[in-house]
């Protein structure tokens, strides 16, 4: 079963970050694992993301977001790539190596193996990283999707999208 927003919907959500971002004057990155890149294409799907869009890491693997982004090889094993902790060092690592505004990152387990009782497939978190004066800050989300692989992958990249929106309106 194959429920949730399909990848043109997410490009169209795309252009509406897109909008808000060139308004700010803001560039933003992203640090994938489970998207494995999805919110990084329905951003470059926008034409003219070059302006508001900076770069996007997949690190799948925990070595990559530890060599990438800096994410301290310690935490895989206290918590588990799937995990807050984890989801805001890649948002943080993003935004301080891209030099960006803002930086999202997701790691989660789209299925259909993986998951346990504790993270069951479906289970993603999210992270979000702005400078804001002369630091950065950060805070997490955390979702369970229901669906097949496909899905859980689409559904965490639009919640990733519609942050990034959200981010971005004024205060």
């Not at 990848?7 to 509406?16: S, V």
């Not at 034409?47 to 997949?58: E, I, M, Q, T």
């Not at 060092?89 to 990152?105: H, Y």
Request: proline share 4%; hydrophobic share 45%; aromatic share 8%.
């Amino acid at each position: 079963m194959n429920s949730g927003p399909d990848f043109d919907a997410l490009c169209r959500l795309a252009g509406g970050v897109g909008a808000a971002y060139r308004r700010r004057g803001w560039r933003l990155a992203t640090a994938e694992s489970c998207t494995g890149g999805l919110v990084s294409a329905a951003l470059t799907s926008v034409a003219g993301s070059s302006d508001w869009f900076d770069r996007g890491f997949v690190t799948y693997s925990n070595a990559a977001k530890s060599d990438l982004l800096g994410v301290n090889p310690a935490l895989f094993a206290q918590v588990g790539a799937v995990s807050p902790e984890v989801a805001n060092a890649m948002a943080l690592g993003a935004c301080q190596r891209a030099g960006v505004e803002v930086a999202v990152a997701i790691t989660g387990i789209a299925g259909p193996d993986g998951g346990t009782p504790e993270k069951p497939v479906g289970t993603v978190w999210f992270g979000l990283a702005w400078r804001e004066a002369d630091a950065v800050r950060s805070e997490t989300r955390h979702a369970r999707f229901k669906g097949d692989r496909g899905s859980v992958r689409l559904q965490a990249t639009e919640l990733a999208l519609l942050w990034l929106v959200q981010a971005a309106q004024p205060a």
